[in-house]
Every structure is written in C-alpha cells, then in structure tokens.
C-alpha cells in the first residue's frame, strides 16, 4: 500500500467514525424505540454514503492535489510524476467508493433490522 493511500484510508476513516459517533449518540437517545434508533442509525450510515459518493463525482486530479490527503504527505512520500498522481488518485477514488458501498450495506442492514422489529413488536415500539 503506497503511503498516499494509507494516509487516505486513515482520513476516510476519521470522517466515518464523526458520522459514527452522531449515529451512536442518536441511537442511544431514541433507545425507548429500538426500530426508529435503527431506522436512525441507518438515516446516517446512508448520509455517509451520500456525502462519498458526491465527494468521488466531485473529485478531479487537480482538486486531489490540492486536498487534505495530498498536502499532508510530505515530498518524498508522494508518489513522482504524473502515473504516480493518476494511480494515487485512483485509489483514493477506489477507496471512497468502497467506503460508501460499506456504509449503504450497514444501512440496509440497519433498515432491515428495524423493519423486522417494527413488525414484530408494533408501531408504537413497546
């Protein structure tokens, strides 16, 4: 793994445990309703994927160049040349697309198990 795409695996995930926390402390409030925190935890998880995969069509090389995971690294740890910033870019593009596609799963998990609840237990969730 070339460290520019290390680096971007550990940005993107800082960015999902932010979403994961919110997720967390939201669930935790609407315990009294076990489907609707479901429902609410999974609302987030597809916000996250939302956000990534509008941040992957937004995406250019030049703007991957001028980013946080560019930037951070210092000279001697980019990749050289313009196959080095195509490859760096392609893999940053891969990996936030696999995150997205991770967090729309948790979502449809996360909806299934709260339909699954509602049904079983009723609408009011008591």
């Known amino acids: 793994m070339i460290p520019c795409e290390r680096y971007a695996q550990y940005t993107l995930l800082r960015d999902a445990s932010f979403f ?14 076990p489907a609707l925190a479901l429902d609410i935890g999974a609302s987030v998880a597809l916000v996250f994927a939302v956000v990534q995969l509008f941040r992957v069509s937004r995406l250019t090389e030049e703007r991957f160049m001028q980013g946080e995971v560019w930037l951070s690294l210092r000279a001697d740890e980019r990749p050289a040349g313009e196959q080095g910033v195509r490859v760096a870019f392609a893999a940053t593009q891969d990996l936030m697309l696999r ?23 009723g609408h009011d969730g008591l």
């Open 20 to 33: 994961a926390v919110a997720a967390v402390t939201l669930m935790i409030g609407f315990s009294f309703i």
């Open 99 to 121: 995150f997205a596609r991770s967090a729309a799963g948790a979502a449809i998990v996360m909806f299934g198990f709260g339909l699954a609840l509602s049904a079983t237990i």
